[in-house]
């Protein structure tokens, strides 16, 4: 049966030349006969047919209806056509979170014997997935510099068909160059795909830069209220609605309808949201560099950061809203502990970036990012705790990095919680 496609069900009458705000707040589906002006949620796991004539037209691909929600509900809909509106593309498939959104580019792309280039900064579930499970079923993966544009050439094989990338990448904020990716894609036949998890299209739009797909987990920004797992890849109609849409159906890692409907109502306030919260992520780094108790602070927004001009080309002038800093060591007693093989120098380390986490009483204390309160991390023991000490070295996260995905909450509340910490280290 033929799934409701986005050229044949009815679009909303809306400008052509509407900007990315209007489009984060009307792009969808026409409202039904009820004429409800806010989103409906279609909580229902199948469609009804009038009659088994019907039933047979729609299942021998005759005609176009909703049919059941593994492959297609109104509500995921509306927010698969707002996403893709926000990216410029030509059509977004929702699943149900950003490694659900990769697991099915991958599935979709891939058959044994091709290769992949990707990163080595991107997501550790990213790498994790296309060594290990990917590997399994004989594709091959070269991780590569994420901003040595040279490691990427050089790793182009005969069969590589996919170049992954993420920018700017976590918790060191490297930016890598979109533009000059999708070059090397182009020129082998190959396909660049980009998580714009960090920037989301509010700041960074990758196709405008020459990327073929982008990859979102929704459970970031664009929900943006820490309230549900989501994700999406937006891309070119022929391969979303192609091979993407055949391996949903079969594999079914499909977006429930009530996590769509909360991130298509997050989407409405994405643009202002992001703006706020990089407004108060470049005054928290701009703060942090001025501190005693900080060595060192990775942000795209200040001009201390290596890539800072191609940020602030890719990024429509913004940093983001994530900062990562470096405490100094702490002197005196040691009196933290942590695994096996750290040295006493990292320990130091690791005692001050606790002690300065451990004095917040604002921020709370998670991994995740990409919601209104203002989330610290210490990566080396939590999203980066599975590395042995020489490969977390080697990435360059020490035992004395903070993450800071900054929420909106006053930026003076912001620094006062963090100097607490930060004004009482011993270094
Ligand atoms: C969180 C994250 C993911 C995975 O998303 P989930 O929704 O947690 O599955 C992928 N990429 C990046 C950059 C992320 O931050």
């Not at 980066?384 to 900054?406: D, K, N, P, Y």
Request: proline share 5%; net charge negative; with cysteine.
């Amino acid at each position: 049966m033929t799934s409701p496609d986005k050229k044949t069900l009815p679009r909303k009458d809306l400008p052509v030349d509407a900007r990315i705000e209007t489009l984060a707040v009307r792009e969808g589906l026409p409202a039904t006969q009820w004429g409800e002006n806010s989103e409906a949620l279609f909580l229902t796991s199948s469609f009804n047919h009038p009659d088994a004539a019907t039933a047979a037209a729609r299942f021998a691909n005759e005609e176009e209806a909703f049919v059941y929600s593994r492959f297609t509900n109104p509500t995921t809909m509306m927010f698969e056509r707002r996403l893709a509106a926000l990216e410029g593309t030509e059509a977004a498939i929702a699943t149900a979170s950003g490694m659900s959104a990769i697991l099915l580019l991958l599935m979709g792309l891939l058959k044994s014997g091709d290769h992949v280039v990707c990163s080595q900064s991107v997501f550790g579930s990213t790498i994790s997935l296309l060594q290990n499970q990917f590997g399994k079923f004989g594709v091959q993966a070269t991780f590569v510099s994420q901003t040595d544009v040279q490691q990427w050439r050089d790793a182009m094989q005969p069969n590589t068909k996919l170049l992954f990338a993420e920018t700017p990448s976590n918790p060191l904020t490297e930016v890598c160059d979109i533009r000059a990716l999708a070059d090397i894609a182009h020129a082998a036949g190959a396909l660049l795909a980009v998580d714009n998890c960090f920037c989301t299209p509010a700041l960074q739009q990758p196709v405008k830069l020459g990327a073929d797909l982008i990859v979102h987990s929704g459970t970031k920004y664009l929900d943006g209220q820490g309230r549900v797992l989501a994700g999406a890849v937006c891309g070119p109609d022929a391969i979303i609605n192609g091979p993407l849409m055949n391996t949903l159906r079969g594999a079914g890692m499909s977006l429930s309808p009530f996590n769509a409907w909360v991130v298509l109502k997050g989407l409405e306030t994405l643009s202002i949201r992001m703006a706020a919260q990089s407004a108060n992520a470049l005054k928290l780094a701009q703060w942090l560099e001025q501190q005693p108790g900080v060595d060192k602070v990775y942000y795209p927004g200040l001009p201390s950061h290596p890539q800072h001009a191609l940020a602030m080309a890719q990024q429509n002038g913004s940093g983001g809203a994530v900062v990562s800093f470096t405490t100094k060591s702490a002197t005196g007693p040691v009196t933290v502990t942590g695994p096996a093989g750290l040295d006493e120098a990292s320990l130091r380390l690791r005692q001050s970036a606790f002690h300065a986490i451990d004095q917040t009483r604002l921020c709370s204390i998670t991994s995740n990012l990409g919601d209104t309160k203002t989330l610290i991390t210490h990566p080396a023991s939590t999203s980066h705790g599975r590395l042995s000490e020489a490969q977390r070295l080697a990435a360059g996260i020490t035992q004395g990095m903070i993450r800071v995905a900054v929420g909106l909450e006053h930026i003076d509340d912001l620094t006062a919680d963090l100097a607490r910490g930060l004004d009482t280290l011993n270094v």
